[in-house]
């Protein structure tokens, strides 16, 4: 917010600082009479003087105040209610299905100040723009489109919200076979059956691979460790074998939404059986939608997490917090798919 309270109530001119994030220069902005269309306040050194109207909120934004009829000046709009959730949304870039797909949803939570979602359920070889919208309870805020992104990746990869595997080591993936219903009858005065096709239209086959630890896969280790292969294997098999739907990625594009069984593995040879294949058949069971994904438990949450400024204006990250409880917590840091950021809401 522009105007507000301090985190004690007691007032604008009460406040140990008049912004929620302090810095060493900045702690107080007055504006005067005048015709105002949008206030842009960083701690980014790297800007220069220009009246150049900023792109995008980023890290080191502070406040960028557009005056759209509102008083906020995060990086989100939630029309002058509070914000209790966030929807993160995805749709092909340039593409003419402009319908956006819900991939991602969680609380807002002021503990944080940055949420990291990570979409793992892309095709390859597409670009995709994504979007963010705050929600009050029922009513849904502004729409805030970031830039579009490119989805590159080499390999097939089976996942689910908690787990991503590659499957590229002796990946081998059987013959696909569509499955359809029909019911055929012969009339007792014709000559050729009568053939009746339902609306069963679904993928079935069979995929194997080489589960190995970074430490094979990549070469860190000249010599086998049977034990870590062992638990890296049955990591496999347990997130195979748990009964949640998977999706897999193969890098010519194709998605399978699937029901994954009949697991089985393979040693590698007779004289090394510290690594094994695994093997399993998977099952179609719906498109990638929102109802699928929904229904499924595809609809990702986010990772939260903290951050400051020094008196540079660097980023600092705080790796602890206290939660609601009064206890201190360790923070998880996540490594990034995109980023955003809550605005100073009160």
């Given amino acids: 917010m522009i105007i507000g309270v301090d985190y004690f109530n007691y007032g604008f001119d009460q406040q140990f600082y008049d912004t929620p994030i302090p810095t060493s220069e900045i702690d107080e902005v007055m504006m005067g009479a005048g015709m105002y269309d949008e206030m842009f306040i960083s701690v980014d050194t790297t800007l220069d003087d ?10 080191k934004t502070i406040m960028d105040a557009k005056f759209n009829n509102s008083l906020e000046a995060g990086s989100i709009d939630g029309a002058g209610h509070i914000v209790t959730k966030i929807q993160c949304y995805r749709r092909e870039y340039m593409s003419t299905n402009t319908d956006w797909q819900l991939v991602a949803q969680f609380d807002y939570d002021d503990h944080y100040n940055l949420y990291t979602v990570v979409d793992r359920f892309i095709e390859n070889g597409k670009t995709y723009e994504y979007a963010v919208v705050p929600l009050a309870n029922e009513i849904q805020g502004d729409l805030q489109v970031g830039p579009p992104i490119d989805s590159k990746f080499y390999g097939s990869f089976i996942s689910n919200l908690g787990s991503n595997y590659s499957m590229n080591i002796d990946f081998k993936f059987s013959d696909l076979v569509w499955n359809s219903n029909t019911s055929s009858s012969v009339p007792l005065n014709g000559q050729y059956p009568i053939v009746t096709f339902g609306n069963a239209n679904y993928r079935t086959g069979t995929v194997s691979f080489l589960p190995l630890t970074p430490q094979q896969e990549f070469g860190y280790e000249n010599e086998i460790d049977p034990h870590a292969e062992f638990i890296n294997r049955t990591n496999v098999i347990d997130f195979l074998n748990d ?5 897999i990625r193969r890098e010519d594009g194709d998605i399978i939404v699937c029901a994954t069984h009949n697991i ?4 590698k040879d007779e004289s090394l059986e510290a690594i ?6 998977f099952t179609e069971i719906g498109k990638l939608d929102y109802n699928t994904m929904e229904k499924a438990g595809l609809i990702a949450d986010a990772g939260k ?4 400024y020094d008196e540079d204006g660097n980023i600092k990250w705080n790796q602890e917090y206290i939660a609601e409880d009064g206890s201190i917590q360790s923070r998880t840091r996540y490594r990034n798919s995109f980023l955003y950021e809550r605005d100073n809401l009160k």
């Avoid at 094994?276 to 058949?281: A, P």
């Fill in 50 to 59: 220009s009246q150049t109207k900023p792109a995008q909120w980023n890290l």
């Fill in 264 to 267: 089985k593995t393979t040693p």
């Fill in 276 to 281: 094994s294949t695994v093997t399993f058949d």
């Fill in 243 to 247: 009964g949640q739907t998977k999706v």
């Fill in 305 to 308: 997490s903290v951050y400051t």
